[in-house]
């Protein structure tokens, strides 16, 4: 299946990431990527082989944190028959299949300190010794290895080998988050937009409200890309009227009222202890504006009053309903009909 490698956005801090791998990718030496989790460091890896002089070679992606300790070394450097219980017959590791081309290290950091001190050996000398053999195999392999995590803390930790920093660090390619990318947001959602509503059948793109567009810029997007994409996608299904903008996002798609409740605070609330806030809840308002100057019309003025108490509370909630409802004291049947009252429920 076709991957996709599109980059999209303009921000200074993307471009400058993306021209540092278009630099490094023709240099045969190893380059590690690092971002927070959706940043699209696969992307960057796998440009950095597409634009080298292995282009037209093998392609290796290997996932440390999927594979288990035990299994690691023979994943990486491949085994002989009978090296270890299940090890029915000879098999290559990753580092043979990448002859000639490039590994990608997903991960990097999960690694365990055993399987480290090979890869040094493999990186330094350009050999493998499968599991359970003595011979050793020469490669022709370059590391591209991605990690979200800070690597020399974790040297100071003695959780991460330093020489294998050393020998792997000739590049450092440091993806920035969604949240320091100006002017992304907006871009990245509407391609994402675009293609859901093609996906749906949509006859044209109606764009976005205002509202989702402050929700947008004023969420900080823990999950980077890979979430923008799920909530945009997510709000494009939702959404009832294709002729309209789209105008309500959910981040969090497990918010409910009737959530099942974790062990931990089950246990708490049969001891009797009271329960704490949610950590996603809001604060309540302290100050909204008041009606300035005369009031001609006192139930005018309260509902206008009370939606912008609503409609402030939903932006500052990110549009979360049962979050908004515990930040003004209200029940979720209670913020529903106040919603719909004012007409701010879309």
Not at 165 to 192: H, K, Q
Not at 216 to 243: C, F, K, Q, S, T
Not at 313 to 326: G, L
Not at 334 to 343: D, F, P, V
Request: hydrophobic share 40%; aromatic share 8%.
């Amino acid at each position: 299946m076709e991957r996709e490698t599109q980059f999209i956005g303009q921000s200074a801090a993307f471009q400058d990431a993306v021209e540092r791998a278009s630099l490094a990718a023709s240099l045969d030496r190893p380059v590690l990527v690092i971002g927070e989790r959706g940043t699209g460091k696969e992307l960057i890896a796998e440009r950095l082989h597409r634009l080298s002089t292995r282009w037209d070679r093998p392609y290796v992606i290997m996932n440390c944190a999927a594979m288990p300790e035990t299994l690691i070394e023979s994943e990486l450097f491949g085994h002989e028959a009978g090296a270890f219980t299940g090890a029915t017959r000879t098999r290559a590791g990753r580092f043979e299949e990448a002859d000639g081309g490039t590994l990608f290290l997903d991960e990097l950091a999960t690694m365990s300190m055993g399987a480290q001190e090979r890869l040094l050996r493999a990186v330094e000398y350009g050999e493998v010794t499968r599991v359970g053999s003595s011979r050793p195999i020469r490669v022709d392999v370059r590391i591209v290895a991605a990690t979200n995590e800070h690597l020399p803390a974790l040297v100071d930790e003695n959780r991460f080998r330093a020489d294998l920093l050393d020998r792997l660090s000739f590049e450092v390619i440091t993806l920035p988050p969604l949240r320091a990318r100006e002017g992304d947001i907006e871009v990245l959602a509407t391609y994402f937009g675009q293609r859901m509503a093609t996906v749906l059948g949509w006859e044209e793109w109606p764009g976005f409200g205002p509202r989702a567009l402050a929700a947008m810029e004023g969420h900080d997007w823990p999950g980077n890309v890979r979430e923008l994409r799920n909530v945009i996608e997510r709000a494009i299904y939702r959404w009832a009227d294709p002729e309209k903008p789209v105008d309500a996002l959910n981040f969090d798609p497990f918010a409910s009222p009737w959530q099942p409740v974790g062990r931990k605070a089950a246990a708490k609330a049969e001891g009797g202890s009271a329960s704490p806030a949610p950590a996603s809840a809001a604060p309540a308002p302290t100050s909204t504006a008041t009606p300035s100057g005369p009031v001609s019309d006192l139930r005018a003025a309260v509902d206008a009053y009370e939606r912008q108490i609503l409609s402030d509370t939903m932006a500052r909630c990110r549009f979360n309903q049962k979050v908004a409802a515990e930040a003004l004291g209200l029940s979720y049947d209670q913020i529903r009909h106040a919603l719909k009252k004012h007409g701010l429920n879309q």
